[in-house]
């Protein structure tokens, strides 16, 4: 019996950790999933992507001596474009800059997609400049 129990616990376990979690915000239904069929990618390629975040960032604003890093998170959505951009890191001109280079760039990202629906992901990408 005592094997019984144990084995059910764990094939219980194993579809409890399968699905799709669904979280309440603000009174609408959000699903997140644990994976998805295919990236979202930029229109002209994820390299492309961040040579324009290069091409875009002001450094003459930025107040460093030393080396700086921020993470730059974003959500692309299902029609292409991007939402919640952010930076976290210490320097806050640093990451107030990454902000604007990210929302100067107007191209579509090209959607992931779970069952061939396109869905929404967030991005995160790490940006590190040396000012010595």
Same mark, same amino acid.
């Given at each position: 019996m005592n094997k019984f129990i144990i084995i059910f616990t764990l094939i219980l376990n194993s579809f409890v950790f399968g699905q799709v979690k669904d979280? *309440? *915000?603000d009174g609408k239904?959000?699903? /997140?999933?644990?994976?998805i069929e295919k990236e979202a990618v930029f229109s002209?390629? =994820? &390299? +492309?992507?961040?040579r324009? /975040? &290069? +091409? =875009?960032?002001?450094i003459k604003k930025i107040r460093a001596n030393?080396? /700086?890093t921020c993470e730059i998170k974003f959500i692309v959505e299902r029609d292409g474009k991007l939402s =919640? *951009?952010? &930076?976290?890191g210490e320097n806050e001109s640093f990451n107030k800059e990454a902000i604007i280079a990210v929302t100067k760039i107007k191209e579509k990202w090209i959607p992931a997609t779970i069952n061939g629906q396109a869905v929404r992901e967030r991005f995160k990408i790490p940006l590190t400049i040396n000012f010595e």
């Open positions: 979280t *309440i *915000i239904k959000i699903v /997140i999933y644990s994976s002209k390629g =994820n &390299a +492309e992507f961040q324009l /975040i &290069a +091409e =875009n960032f002001r030393s080396l /700086i =919640n *951009i952010t &930076a976290t």
